[in-house]
């Protein structure tokens, strides 16, 4: 195997590439680009504030406090929320707080207004009449602290009066709620408290202060106070807002003080220094990665998306649900809260590969806190996702299941439950650990391991470990829950695969945590014996359904036009790659073509990161993607189908997935991108805690910077058939690598920065030309060896799903025909359900038998009869895998995160 250094390498041809852009990595350029980006106004009546959904107007937010513009000529609202202030009394639902009223609606005609949601720097930035006098206004909320502030210039050459007023109350204000209000020094505040009850009653408080005039006529009522000041001739002030309270149970006199104090005695001085702290906040997390796509309306997307999150959800906060936290009203769409069955999780689908793991943790928090509620209904609630299956099939389970994990559709903070039903499906609890999954492949932190996720994956495994049927004549488990809301199948897809995640790291990592032989075999046996993604046949087409042929409850086994379910085990379950085999790829991109869900309002945080992951296109999948947002991107530059929220942050993975993908071994830069479309990124993150960048420029791609924040082996396929390649250290010095295959291998230090150069120039009679080597490359040391003690060896790849070749051809009359007299309740999933499904009402009984028909793949001796054995663990398998286990005593920690089915292939193009 050749050696590559710094001054040595493969003679590769001769190809001219130029280096990595300068232009993302340079704050002055991506803070003018990031301006560029930022969604504007003309009209101070502004439309969309007040809804049940996601405002559409300019926003703000640190995670905890909310800010939604509203106004008409002569007057800005500032619409105030709060993450955690929650109803918790006849009906749980994140509710609305209040807001800051300046100046009034007198002035008529208004011209010349401009309003910008500037993400660059977190703030609305205002140009307009403020009861008829001319301003400028920039308003922005306190990195760290609930403040907001309005900094108002005036434009005119005389004093003006304006008014204030600080209210609580919402759109669609409930009346069990109650307000305080009143003028204390100079200061207006006002106070609500949700309703009142046996649950826990929230309460919260503004208070308001002008920072550079006095306030003067000071009046009040129940809900608001409110004064005037006077604007002096091209003179600046400063209006404050503090934001107190929240959260469970707090006393009426703390949320009011803890509001006042974050406004009293508060100079221009200090809120200068705020101003610098926030602006400070917003260049640290803009400069954690970045991509250049030579494309606006994508640039514009993508970019507002990363706002969003990052305004929405900070460590230490409540996790923002279905609308984020602008909220004003209190009766929020699905009570905006964290609706389990894939819209929390796709919140965050585009913060790891973002390298902006940190807005994912309060997640996490969320499923801590309901974990106690999560455990009872695993042992008292079994039947309540399927009654039938578990009182006559599975009369083993009639105690429930210890030690696992079951969860209802939507859940709030503080462990409550909104939506308390299951729709027949087990899911939500793996669409949860796709999270945990994520985070530790692309942290390595083995801290977040240690006391975050492996706890709650082991909750997981044991939960389906006995939820799951061993077939003693096919030798594997199979899983029965809902792919659909409403629906009963055997081994859907996206079940499966999530869990095959989810056994994979704990297979990996189980006995570095302490845990015993035995159990690590068990699962080592569970995920060698689950079942692959199922195939059909549909329009002459094999594609991939949504469980086993024959097995659906409603026979549609696949849906054209709906949600793209049958593609979750590719995103988030990560089963295919675009290292995958090609004839996994071609399933892939056939079903796909079928589905032609590109504009479902469900699948757009799926689809796009579906087809990026496997190869599909890429001039399609940008085509389609440039279509939709064309058609909705709203006036802020969210995605609006009507319904949905901040979910739809979640295809921004699908745009990193085209210029960086990785694999658990494999690190592959541009893998879908046009081969004619120039691009570039900085510090995107790879799996195993690699920050990597590369610019493309046509067909040819710069050198890879690769920046190491754990240490471990770097697998880089290389980008370059020819030329010569080098590795270099970031002081200059050579690094010796390895390479197999067309990947390049080299250890890496934690904290440190390597660059891969590809040049024309001829290698020193020393230089050593790379060739493929005679045999396949050993392992590499294991890019997390130094984090953990040895574990046991993986279980190797599965073989590739086999196509079946008498599968029955699905009949389109069977897709898309509801029952009669159906009930559809809408939900965030408004996926077609069985009759009397939907949100607050529990799914139908499934059959009392489902299995395979005569001759199904799955029943070779096609027997209805079929043994079907709940065993937990194949005891035969388990033993002999611990038995090897102990003879083995220690091992070199490789972790398998993916696997890619099939031979590997690196085409592209279908």
Request: aromatic letters at 8%; proline letters at 7%; zero cysteines.
């Amino acid at each position: 195997m050749a050696v590559v250094s710094a001054i040595t390498a493969v003679s590769l041809g001769a190809v001219t590439v130029p280096a990595i852009a300068d232009a993302a990595s340079d704050w002055t350029e991506l803070k003018e680009r990031l301006h560029t980006l930022s969604p504007t106004w003309s009209d101070p009546a502004l439309r969309g504030a007040i809804t049940t959904g996601m405002p559409s107007t300019a926003l703000l937010g640190n995670g905890d406090t909310g800010v939604t513009s509203n106004g008409v000529s002569g007057r800005k609202d500032f619409i105030i929320s709060k993450g955690d202030f929650w109803n918790g009394n006849r009906g749980t639902s994140i509710v609305g707080l209040g807001g800051v009223t300046i100046g009034d609606s007198n002035s008529a005609g208004e011209s010349g207004f401009s309003e910008t949601q500037n993400i660059a720097e977190g703030r609305i930035d205002t140009n307009g009449l403020l009861s008829g006098t001319k301003v400028t206004m920039q308003t922005w909320v306190a990195a760290s602290s609930n403040q907001v502030v309005s900094k108002i210039t005036s434009d005119s050459s005389t004093d003006a009066s304006i008014t204030l007023q600080t209210w609580v109350g919402a759109g669609r204000a409930r009346g069990d709620f109650s307000s305080t209000a009143g003028v204390t020094d100079g200061t207006l505040w006002a106070t609500r408290a949700t309703a009142p009850g046996s649950n826990w009653v929230s309460r919260a408080a503004l208070a308001t202060r002008v920072v550079g005039a006095t306030l003067s006529a000071t009046t009040s009522n129940a809900s608001s106070a409110q004064g005037t000041f006077t604007l002096p001739a091209h003179g600046t002030v400063y209006v404050v807002t503090g934001v107190g309270g929240g959260g469970q149970d707090p006393a009426l006199d703390t949320v009011k003080s803890a509001a006042t104090t974050l406004v009293n005695n508060k100079t221009a001085a200090d809120i200068d220094a705020l101003d610098t702290a926030r602006a400070a906040w917003w260049q640290d997390y803009w400069s954690k990665s970045s991509v250049t796509l030579n494309d606006p309306l994508l640039e514009k997307y993508y970019y507002n998306a990363q706002y969003f999150i990052g305004a929405s959800s900070r460590p230490g906060k409540v996790a923002p649900g279905l609308y984020g936290i602008w909220i004003t009203t209190d009766a929020p769409g699905w009570h905006g809260d964290m609706h389990l069955n894939y819209n929390f999780a796709a919140n965050f689908y585009g913060t790891y590969s973002s390298n902006r793991l940190e807005q994912a943790l309060p997640a996490f928090d969320i499923v801590s806190a309901y974990l106690p509620e999560a455990q009872r209904r695993s042992k008292a609630e079994l039947r309540r996702v399927n009654n039938d299956y578990v009182l006559k099939q599975r009369t083993d389970l009639a105690d429930g299941i210890a030690d696992g994990v079951l969860f209802p559709v939507g859940i709030g903070p503080w462990g409550s439950t909104t939506d308390d039903v299951y729709l027949g499906q087990t899911i939500n609890s793996l669409y949860l650990a796709s999270q945990y999954v994520e985070y530790w492949n692309y942290s390595a932190d083995p801290v977040f391991l240690k006391n975050t996720a492996y706890p709650y994956l082991t909750k997981v495994a044991a939960f389906f470990t006995s939820w799951m049927q061993y077939n003693a004549t096919t030798q594997k488990y199979e899983l029965y829950s809902g792919p659909h809301e409403g629906t009963w199948a055997r081994n859907p897809s996206g079940d499966v695969a999530l869990l095959r995640s989810v056994l994979e790291v704990l297979t990996n990592t189980g006995t570095a945590m302490g845990e015993s032989p035995a159990t690590v075999a068990g699962w080592h046996d569970v995920l060698g014996k689950l079942a692959e993604p199922a195939t059909g046949t549909y329009n002459s087409k094999t594609v991939y359904l949504l469980a086993d042929s024959g097995t659906v409850s409603d026979r549609r086994e696949i849906r054209p036009g709906d949600n793209t379910v049958n593609l979750e085990f590719i995103h988030p379950g990560d089963y295919l790659n675009i290292r995958s085999s090609a004839a996994s790829k071609q399933i892939a991109w056939d079903t796909i073509d079928v589905m032609n869900s590109w504009a479902q309002n469900n699948s757009f945080s799926k689809v796009y990161t579906a087809a990026a992951r496997t190869g599909y296109n890429p001039t399609t999948i940008l085509t389609k993607l440039r279509d939709l947002l064309t058609t909705s991107l709203d006036s802020n530059a969210r995605v609006d189908d009507g319904i949905h929220g901040l979910e739809k942050v979640g295809a921004t993975e699908a745009i990193n997935s085209m210029l960086l993908q990785s694999d658990g071994d494999v690190i592959t830069v541009f893998p879908n991108w046009p081969s004619d479309k120039d691009a570039a990124f900085k510090t995107l993150r790879a799996e195993g805690g690699f920050l990597v960048s590369a610019s493309k420029s046509g067909s040819t791609i710069s050198s890879v910077e690769i920046q190491s924040t754990v240490g471990g082996t770097v697998n880089l396929a290389l980008p370059w058939t020819d030329g010569v390649v080098t590795v270099t250290k970031g002081n200059g010095s050579a690094v010796v690598a390895m390479t197999s295959d067309s990947v390049l291998s080299f250890a890496t230090d934690a904290g440190q920065t390597y660059t891969v150069s590809h040049s024309t120039a001829t290698p020193t009679p020393t230089a050593v030309a790379l060739t493929p080597a005679p045999s396949p490359m050993p392992v590499p040391t294991p890019m997390f060896a130094q984090l953990l003690p040895p574990v046991p060896s993986p279980v190797p790849a599965p073989s590739p799903a086999p196509t079946p070749t008498s599968t029955p051809v699905l009949d389109p009359e069977l897709m898309v025909v509801p029952s009669p007299g159906s009930v559809a309740t809408p939900t965030p999933d408004p996926a077609p359900t069985l009759s009397g499904t939907g949100i607050g009402v529990s799914p139908p009984p499934a059959p009392s038998s489902v299995t395979a028909p005569p001759g199904n793949p799955a029943d070779p001796a096609g027997s209805p009869n079929a043994p079907l054995a709940h065993t937990g663990y194949d005891g035969t398998g388990a033993t002999v895998i611990a038995l090897l286990l102990l003879l083995l005593g220690t091992g070199v920690f490789v972790l398998v995160r993916r696997r890619a089915i099939g031979d590997t292939d690196t085409s592209n193009q279908p």
